[in-house]
Every structure is written in C-alpha cells, then in structure tokens.
C-alpha cells in the first residue's frame, strides 16, 4: 500500500534525496522487520504537487512516454486490439487511449496518439515538493509526518490489527503544536 509522507529537514543546502534516506533508513523492512514500515520510497511519486492545488502531474507533457502496447501508434494492432474494434470501432489502445463511459467511445490520450502516462515514481517532481514550513498549505493532509525524531502514523499496526492514532494528518495542526517555525517539508511516497 502507497502512503504519503511529510518529511522534515533543516537545509537544503545537502542532496535531498541522501538526507529523506538517512531519515527513513532505520524504519526500513529490510532492516528492521519488526520496527519498520516501508520497504520502497521515492520523493513526490504519485504525490507530487500535492501541496498546490492547481498542479496536475497529469497535465505535464514530461510525464508521458511512449505506449509499449500500440508501439507509440495510438492503435493495438494484436488480436485483442482487433476484436475490440470490432466491437466499437472508435477503440483505440487500452494503455495510451481515453474511453468515455458516457460516450461509449475512445479517443487519444491527452497528449496525443500513442503517448501514455509514466509509472507515478517517474513523474517529474513539483518544486512545490519541497517547501518553507511557513508556506505550507492549512489544509494539507498526509498519512506519515516525521519531525526530527517524533514520527506521527494516521495508523500503527498492533500486530494484529491497524488502529487510528492521534494524529489525524493534519501537517499545519501538527507543526504548531510541536512548535516547528523553520525547515522545509519533503513530500514522499513509501510503499509499505
């Protein structure tokens, strides 16, 4: 299961991605199996540009490549491509094609024929990825917030059960209560 993380860091002055995994190191399954929680991380990832609203990774043409199942054609050629053509002549290729439920048709995606979205790990990162703790969003929400040494879960597994905590994921409530003016918040996405 993918979380979204908040990450605190005082600089950013060192190579963010060495410093988010030297925080997150000791809570790795692979090193700890009873006391970790992650087993993969990639800053942004599908979370990317959570922290502005109007950023839409979907809307960025780097974050598109070429279709591996039409070969960048915009239209599935093998048996399946086909037969579903057969069926609605407007199909085009269930990876880089668009079909509207409404319409009942398909169409190119949006950045034309044949060009399909990346894996959200590969998106380009959002500048807003990293921001100033005093830029950060009233209304931001994440699962796992770490702050220095206080590592807050929405949830903690107790062995057999997932359970609620305190924390709500509210990111500003909490900064305030733990009285935290400065540093810079990095989005992560971690797999656990």
Not at 2 to 31: C, M, N, V
Not at 55 to 83: A, V
Not at 114 to 138: E, R, T
Request: with cysteine; aromatic share 12%.
């Amino acid at each position: 299961m993918h979380h979204h993380a908040e990450i605190l860091i005082s600089s950013l002055s060192k190579d963010i991605e060495a410093q988010i995994g030297k925080i997150l190191a000791p809570f790795s399954l692979y090193r700890n199996y009873e006391s970790g929680w992650w087993d993969w991380w990639v800053m942004g990832g599908r979370y990317t540009g959570v922290k502005v609203k109007e950023y839409n990774p979907k809307n960025i043409p780097e974050n598109y490549e070429k279709c591996w199942l039409c070969h960048g054609t915009g239209f599935r050629t093998d048996y399946i491509g086909l037969k579903s053509r057969m069926l609605n002549p407007s199909y085009t290729c269930n990876v880089c094609g668009e079909y509207d439920p409404e319409t009942k048709t398909w169409a190119n995606g949006k950045m034309g024929a044949g060009m399909k979205l990346k894996h959200p790990p590969d998106w380009v990162n959002c500048p807003a990825c990293i921001l100033p703790v005093d830029s950060i969003p009233s209304d931001l929400k994440c699962y796992t917030l770490i702050l220095g040494d206080k590592i807050l879960h929405k949830e903690i597994w107790t062995g057999g059960a997932w359970v609620d905590t305190d924390f709500d994921g509210s990111v500003k409530k909490a900064l305030e209560e733990n009285e935290i003016t400065e540093g810079y918040l990095v989005t992560v996405d971690y797999h656990s």
